[in-house]
T-cell receptor, first 114, second 113 residues
Framework: ELKVEQNPLFLSMQEGKNYTIYCNYS?????LYWYRQDPGKSLESLFV?????AVKQEGRLMASLDTKARLSTLHITAAVHDLSATYFC??????????????FGKGTKLSVKP | NAGVMQNPRHLVRRRGQEARLRCSPM?????VYWYRQLPEEGLKFMVY????????ESGMPKERFSAEFPKEGPSILRIQQVVRGDSAAYFC???????????FGPGTRLTVT
């Protein structure tokens, strides 16, 4: 059964600092997603990672995937207040389950303070 | 191209009533997924449907919950005899095929009083 764990679950950062959110998954998965959710809103897709060694960057966010270690990271560079949100990773395509559904981590609630 | 649409956005039901949540996928998408999000939690998969077929309902509670995706019209998640524990945000996602990226709707926030 595919399980996804994120850490930390809560992250308070100062503006301008760097930090990394980690996402571990328990069995082989061929797809890893990162989403952002603002309070009371839906999920906004940030990154789709499909292969070992994949690295994608958008603005101050960079995501990477290591399928051998079953680990994805979301790196935040020089954080700004607008990045305050909850970030979820989700894995799919794992063995032992449907190829369709996604398994989500519990989310990392990020708060960026001035 | 309109995104995934869900209605209603907010739904209040008394205990014992029925709740019907609707999801219209993006144009060209024939795969629909329902997820539930409890407060301060991640999303939990409930059911995966294609037109007129349930592909995977392993995340659905065995009783009171049902889902359909008819040939015409939106996908519907139905909760009978709601209880307070059903209060949550219910998100629908769609994709053009299995293993394609899923696009999420705005969600329906169900409150059971």
């Amino acid at each position: 059964e595919l399980k996804v764990e994120q850490n930390p679950l809560f992250l308070s950062m100062q503006e301008g600092k760097n930090y990394t959110i980690y996402c571990n998954y328990s069995t082989t998965s061929d797809r890893l997603y990162w989403y952002r959710q603002d309070p009371g809103k839906s999920l906004e897709s940030l990154f789709v990672l499909l292969s070992n060694g994949a690295v994608k960057q958008e603005g101050r966010l960079m995501a990477s995937l290591d399928t051998k270690a079953r680990l994805s990271t979301l790196h935040i560079t020089a954080a700004v207040h607008d990045l305050s949100a909850t970030y979820f990773c989700a894995a799919g395509g794992g063995y032992g389950g449907s190829q369709g559904n996604l398994i989500f981590g519990k989310g990392t609630k990020l708060s960026v303070k001035p | 191209n309109a995104g995934v649409m869900q209605n209603p956005r907010h739904l209040v039901r008394r205990r014992g009533q029925e709740a019907r949540l609707r999801c219209s996928p993006m144009k060209g998408h024939s795969h629909v997924y329902w997820y539930r999000q409890l407060p301060e939690e991640g999303l939990k998969f409930m059911v995966y449907l294609q037109k007129e077929n349930i592909i995977d309902e392993s995340g659905m509670p065995k009783e009171r919950f049902s889902a359909e995706f008819p040939k015409e019209g939106p996908s519907i998640l139905r909760i009978q005899q709601v209880v307070r524990g059903d209060s949550a945000a219910y998100f629908c996602a769609s994709s053009p095929g299995v293993n394609y990226e899923q696009y999420f709707g705005p969600g329906t926030r169900l409150t059971v009083t």
